[in-house]
C-alpha cells in the first residue's frame, strides 16, 4: 500500500501570501493517479487539482499542482480568506486509494 | 447535474452491521460509466477510502476494512449500498459517497455525508 505523507500538518500564513502544501509518496505514483482536494468545516471535500496539475471545473487559477514520482506539490499563489481550509492529497493505485493525513492552511 | 445523497441509521450498536444507501439523482446509473466511492472520516480526523464499486457491479475494498464490507449496486432504484459488520466505536465517522469517473482516479462528485455513531 502507498503512504502519502503531507507537510506541514500546518500552515500558517497571512491572505495575500504564497502557500505551499506538499504530498511525498512512499513509492513513485503515476502523475495520472494523484489529486488535491480542500476541505472546509462541516463540508464534504471538494476537488481541487486531478492529474497532478490540471484544474477541476471552476477552479481559480490561484491554485495549481506540480510534481510527479514520490513527490507532489499544491501551490495557492495568493491566498484569499477563503481558501483557509483543510487540504488532502489523494493517490491511486493497486486497485486502491489512499489518502494523505491533510495540511490545515490558517490564519496567522 | 449529478449529485449524490447519503442515508441511513445514524446511531449504530456495537457488533452490528451499519448500512448506508447512496442515491443518484441528475443521471441514471445504468447509462453512466463511473465508480462510487465510499470515504469516511472519524470527528477530528482525515479521510480514509473504504472501498469502491463500478456501476456495473465490481468492488475493490480497502484492505485494512475488507472482511468486514459490503458494496452492492441497485439500478432500479439508482442507489449504491454500503454494508460495514461488526462495528465498534472506532466505525464512528461522517461517511460520503463520492462519484469517480470511468478511466479516471479522482472523485469530482461528492455527497454531503451523514454522521454514524457507534454506541449502545
Known amino acids: 500500500e502507498i503512504v502519502l505523507t503531507q507537510s506541514p500538518g500546518t500552515l500558517s500564513l497571512s491572505p495575500g501570501e504564497r502557500a505551499t502544501l506538499s504530498c511525498r509518496a512512499s513509492q513513485s505514483v503515476s502523475s495520472s493517479y494523484l489529486a488535491w482536494y480542500q476541505q472546509k468545516p462541516g463540508q464534504a471535500p471538494r476537488l481541487l487539482i486531478y492529474?497532478?496539475?490540471s484544474r477541476a471545473t471552476g477552479i481559480p487559477d490561484r491554485f495549481s499542482g506540480s510534481g510527479s514520482g514520490t513527490d507532489l506539490t499544491l501551490t495557492i499563489s495568493r491566498l484569499e480568506p477563503e481558501d483557509f481550509a483543510v487540504y488532502y492529497c489523494?493517490?491511486?493505485?493497486?486497485?486502491?486509494?489512499?489518502f494523505g493525513q491533510g495540511t490545515k492552511v490558517e490564519i496567522k | 447535474q449529478l449529485q449524490l445523497q447519503e442515508s441511513g441509521p445514524g446511531l449504530v450498536k456495537p457488533s452490528e452491521t451499519l448500512s448506508l444507501t447512496c442515491t443518484v439523482s441528475?443521471?441514471?446509473?445504468?447509462?453512466?460509466?463511473?465508480?462510487c466511492g465510499w470515504i469516511r472520516q472519524p470527528p477530528g480526523k482525515g479521510l480514509e477510502w473504504i472501498g469502491s464499486i463500478y456501476y456495473s457491479g465490481s468492488t475493490y475494498y480497502n484492505p485494512s476494512l475488507k472482511s468486514r464490507v459490503t458494496m452492492s449496486v441497485d439500478p432500479s432504484k439508482n442507489q449504491f449500498s454500503l454494508k460495514l459488520n461488526s462495528v465498534t466505536a472506532v466505525d464512528t465517522a461522517v461517511y460520503y459517497c463520492a462519484k469517480t469517473p470511468d478511466y479516471h482516479y479522482y472523485m469530482d462528485v461528492w455527497g454531503t455525508g451523514t454522521t454514524v455513531t457507534v454506541s449502545s
Open positions: 492529474g497532478a496539475s
Open positions: 489523494q493517490q491511486y493505485g493497486s486497485s486502491s486509494w489512499t
Open positions: 441528475g443521471d441514471s446509473i445504468s447509462s453512466g460509466s463511473y465508480y
